[in-house]
């Protein structure tokens, strides 16, 4: 399978998976979740869902909201896209974006 052809299947993925959420997930007050990136297999059986949560002190419970609601989420992405075959999606906590933060703050010290 081409790269740019799942390319365009993960931002597919991203985009509709992300209205899917929105619409159907209900989370505690105050938390955002955010799908950072998609990666699907070559074979496009697999896709893995990274996303991001903040505040960082609710990833557990809102990964666990998404994982519980997982065969809801597959289901409705299934009717919204026009594939022969829906990857099959799981959700990883993207720490990118902590980890950036984490040496923002060694430089700021470093800086002082």
Known sequence: MSSTRIEQVNELIQQELGKIILENIEFE???LVTITHVSTSDTLENATVWISIFPEGKTGSSLET???EIG???KF???KLFLKF????AFKVDTSEVYA???EEVFKKIEE
């Open 29 to 31: 007050p105050g938390v």
């Open 66 to 68: 998404l994982n519980k």
């Open 72 to 74: 809801h989420l597959q």
């Open 77 to 79: 992405l299934n009717r």
């Open 86 to 89: 829906v990857p099959k999606i």
């Open 101 to 103: 933060s984490e040496i």
